[in-house]
């Protein structure tokens, strides 16, 4: 796996939402959103209920309705810091990096010892790509983790940071300190075997998968993940098994179509791979030709 797809992942898992249940149907976050609104009647001041309501807004797919519920709970009496919090990383997952830590250092001047603001700002130098942003991302998880030293999602962050700048070694102290708090964490366990990959360790990271899966059977990028960790061993087919199946459960990778048509080239089936690339191509043009 590149570099570039690996910076990618790792900034993909290194936080998420916090509050709304992140593997919830949506059939559970519809009713959770509605319960945030009933309560929002009685107390519609309250700002984290409105950050609560907007994160499982975010999970429903609706950013324009969770940046609404975010700053209706920043213009609320009280503590903002949820709402900060939130607002920020959505501003981030858009791409608006120096806005988020606007938001990120309003929390930081209410209160300078606040971890997950740091994390958050930390996170936000990683996800910017930039490599003159790694030692503020850094010192940010450092500062971070001088605070609280078992927290785990900075220690998911730091350990993602690690894995994106290509220090796995670095990246699995940080993930294993993470686990021993919360074995069954699908993304800190995902990240994990990513780490493993990148030291050619494929038996821990297919066990790390394996343990992901188990968490959240069926998620497509643990999927494509063992994919490649066979590809890299050799056994195509196993391979190809894995991607299938990524596929299925998200038939819009365009890294997924891109390995498995490289695979079925491999595999002799020059047509079927040739169709699976430029599948791969249709929905993202700049999909690495060689992963």
Same mark, same amino acid.
């Given at each position: 796996?590149?570099?570039?797809?690996?910076?990618?992942? /790792?900034?993909?898992?290194?936080?998420?939402? &916090?509050? /709304?249940?992140?593997?919830?149907?949506?059939?559970?976050?519809?009713?959770?959103?509605?319960?945030?609104?009933?309560?929002?009647?009685?107390?519609?001041?309250?700002?984290?209920?409105?950050?609560?309501?907007?994160?499982? +807004?975010?999970?429903?797919?609706?950013?324009?309705?969770?940046?609404?519920?975010?700053?209706?709970?920043?213009?609320?009496?009280?503590?903002?810091?949820?709402?900060?919090?939130?607002?920020?990383?959505?501003?981030?997952?858009?791409?608006?990096?120096?806005?988020?830590?606007?938001?990120?250092?309003?929390?930081?001047?209410?209160?300078?010892?606040?971890?997950?603001?740091?994390?958050?700002?930390?996170?936000?130098?990683?996800?910017?790509?930039?490599? @003159?942003?790694? +030692?503020?991302?850094?010192?940010?998880?450092?500062?971070?983790?001088?605070?609280?030293?078992?927290?785990?999602?900075?220690?998911?962050?730091?350990?993602?940071?690690?894995?994106?700048?290509?220090?796995?070694? +670095? /990246?699995?102290?940080?993930?294993?300190?993470?686990?021993?708090?919360?074995?069954?964490?699908?993304?800190?366990?995902?990240?994990?075997?990513?780490?493993?990959?990148?030291?050619?360790?494929?038996?821990?990271?297919?066990?790390?998968?394996?343990?992901?899966?188990?968490?959240?059977?069926?998620?497509?990028?643990?999927?494509?993940?063992?994919?490649?960790?066979?590809?890299?061993?050799?056994?195509?087919?196993?391979?190809?098994?894995?991607?299938?199946?990524?596929?299925?459960?998200?038939?819009?990778? &365009?890294?997924?179509?891109?390995?498995?048509?490289?695979?079925?080239?491999? +595999?002799?089936?020059?047509?079927?791979?040739?169709?699976? @690339?430029?599948?791969?191509?249709?929905?993202?043009?700049?999909?690495?030709?060689?992963?």
């Amino acid at each position: 796996m590149s570099g570039a797809r690996t910076l990618a992942v /790792a900034c993909a898992f290194a936080l998420g939402l &916090a509050g /709304a249940a992140q593997a919830a149907t949506r059939e559970e976050l519809t009713k959770a959103a509605d319960s945030y609104r009933a309560q929002l009647r009685t107390q519609p001041n309250n700002p984290d209920l409105h950050a609560m309501l907007g994160e499982t +807004l975010e999970s429903l797919g609706d950013d324009a309705g969770a940046m609404a519920e975010y700053e209706r709970g920043l213009r609320g009496p009280g503590d903002t810091h949820r709402a900060l919090i939130d607002h920020g990383q959505l501003l981030v997952r858009q791409g608006r990096f120096d806005e988020g830590r606007k938001d990120f250092n309003r929390a930081l001047s209410q209160n300078s010892k606040d971890v997950e603001a740091l994390t958050a700002r930390g996170h936000s130098w990683v996800a910017e790509g930039k490599n @003159k942003k790694a +030692l503020a991302a850094l010192e940010d998880f450092n500062a971070a983790l001088s605070i609280r030293p078992d927290d785990g999602a900075a220690l998911n962050a730091r350990g993602s940071f690690y894995l994106a700048q290509l220090k796995p070694e +670095l /990246a699995v102290k940080d993930f294993d300190k993470a686990l021993a708090a919360s074995p069954n964490d699908d993304v800190v366990l995902y990240n994990r075997g990513m780490a493993w990959k990148q030291l050619n360790r494929y038996d821990r990271a297919l066990r790390d998968f394996n343990a992901a899966l188990r968490v959240t059977p069926g998620d497509p990028m643990t999927l494509a993940a063992k994919g490649d960790a066979y590809r890299q061993l050799g056994d195509l087919l196993l391979a190809r098994e894995f991607y299938d199946a990524a596929l299925k459960a998200d038939p819009r990778s &365009a890294m997924s179509w891109e390995a498995r048509g490289e695979i079925r080239v491999a +595999l002799g089936d020059t047509s079927g791979g040739e169709a699976d @690339k430029a599948q791969a191509h249709k929905l993202d043009p700049a999909v690495e030709r060689s992963l």
